[in-house]
């Protein structure tokens, strides 16, 4: 239940990406619907927004198209062709990678080289796009992705399989080679420090 113009916790069970140097992020909504938006057949109007708080946080939205923009920046997105527009919509990338921020604040995702992703899923997610433990939640896993083809993800546990490269678009760091040849690995971006270990074919995201 929101309140009209308060920021309320609706983080429950998601598994929320670290932000800067500090702790989890918080997803956080409130209900800015106007005495005059009462008939809106859209219902009522929810912003949302994550980050250490309402005031210094951003919409999830926003930071997954940034991420999807800085691979288009960098060259790597276009590599890979196009689908056309359906409908009147945009056209989207058929790009290979599942995508998935791991901090905020700045922005730090991993990608993981997946031939599935370059095909929107018939469902929200396909079976392998996260670990066990989050396939149930998928749906409160994902933000915006830009022009890309699937959903950008977001977390601490990811699946650990195929390449893996890690980017950020704040920290100017284009998508690098993660070395986990001794099941961990260090990730570093202006200012923020994560340490991640590979275990049974699954990513875990820690300070």
């Known amino acids: 239940m929101l309140f009209p113009f308060v920021w309320t916790d609706v983080t429950g069970t998601r598994d929320m990406p670290w ?31 994550w980050g250490a708080s309402a005031s210094s946080g951003e919409p999830p939205w926003d930071t997954g198209d940034r991420a999807a923009d800085y691979l288009e920046k960098v060259g790597l997105g276009k590599e890979w062709p196009m689908y056309p527009p359906v409908e009147g919509g945009t056209p989207h990338r058929a790009f290979p990678y599942r995508v998935t921020i791991v901090c905020i604040q700045p922005t730090i ?55 893996l490269l890690w980017f950020s678009p704040e920290g100017n760091v284009a998508p690098t080679p993660l070395d986990f040849s001794n099941g961990r690995a260090t990730i570093s971006a202006k200012g923020a420090t994560l340490k991640l270990e590979l275990r049974g074919g699954e990513i875990t995201v820690t300070r």
Request: glycine letters at 10%; zero cysteines; hydrophobic letters at 40%.
């Open 109 to 163: 995702a991993i990608l993981r080289f997946d031939l599935s992703a370059a095909i929107e899923d018939p469902i929200e997610f396909s079976f392998g796009a996260f670990p066990a433990a989050l396939r149930d939640d998928s749906s409160d896993q994902r933000v915006s992705s830009g022009n890309l083809t699937n959903a950008v993800m977001f977390g601490t546990h990811l699946v650990g399989t195929g390449s």
């Open 19 to 49: 932000v800067g140097a500090g702790a989890r992020a918080r997803w956080l909504k409130r209900d800015v619907t106007k005495p005059t938006d009462i008939m809106n057949p859209r219902g009522p109007t929810i912003e949302t927004r």
